[in-house]
């Protein structure tokens, strides 16, 4: 008897989660408490909850304290000795870390540890538009593009070539603005960045 199921896409969630929080005074973003936990705990909750059952996260300032402080059972913890060059280094180091999963991963769901009004309802729904693995799919707010990103497995060389500095994705992306499928996610969540003082008044 053969076999002829399908088996469903292995899509990923890659949480870049590494950043210095510069303007939080060099408070690292992963450790920011949100709702009693570590802002890292929230951000691995809400790609599992949103249907990625592997989960990849990119630890970068402050990882030794990260890793005592948070409880990421499951999850596989990239260091990234080279966070402060921005987020395409870190990008970077998670997509070679999806690439060397046993698993054959068909695509990775990008998110940002500093996204806390960004939940699971947008990652199921940017999730749910992976077609095939040169898939790119972005979540879009008000008509601009946003996060979470899903990037087909395809895709990842090119977009690892262009990730420098603090571009993550974005010049890959615009060179192939015609290949990207936008999910609208305004109405169920809000793509604010906790970047400054003032913004710490989202976290609850």
């Known amino acids: 008897m053969t076999h002829t199921e399908h088996t469903p896409p292995l899509i990923a969630g890659l949480l870049l989660a590494a ?3 510069r303007r ?17 705990e929230h951000a691995v909750r809400v790609l599992r909850e949103g249907g990625c059952e592997v989960v990849h996260v990119v630890l970068g300032a402050s990882a030794d304290r990260v890793r005592e402080r948070s409880q990421l059972p499951g999850c596989v913890l990239v260091d990234n000795p080279e966070w402060a060059e921005g987020m395409g ?34 990652v199921a729904r940017v999730r749910s538009a ?5 898939a790119l799919v972005a979540a879009s707010y008000g008509g601009g593009r946003g996060h979470p990103v899903l990037f087909g497995a395809d895709r990842w060389a090119g977009i690892a070539a262009g990730a ?17 499928t936008l999910v609208d996610c305004s109405d169920v969540a809000e793509p604010y960045d906790i970047d400054t003082e003032a913004d710490l008044a989202h976290l609850e």
């Open 89 to 122: 280094s870190s990008l970077r180091a998670g997509l070679a870390s999806l690439a060397a999963e046993a698993l054959p991963v068909d695509a990775a769901l990008v998110s940002l540890v500093d996204q806390p009004g960004i939940g699971a309802e947008a």
């Open 24 to 40: 939080l005074g060099g408070r690292p973003k992963a450790l920011l408490t949100h709702r009693g936990r570590p802002l890292v």
């Open 130 to 134: 992976y077609r095939s693995r040169d």
């Open 164 to 180: 420098v500095g603090d571009q993550g994705a974005r010049d890959y992306l615009k060179e192939h603005r015609d290949a990207i």
């Open 19 to 21: 950043g210095g929080g």
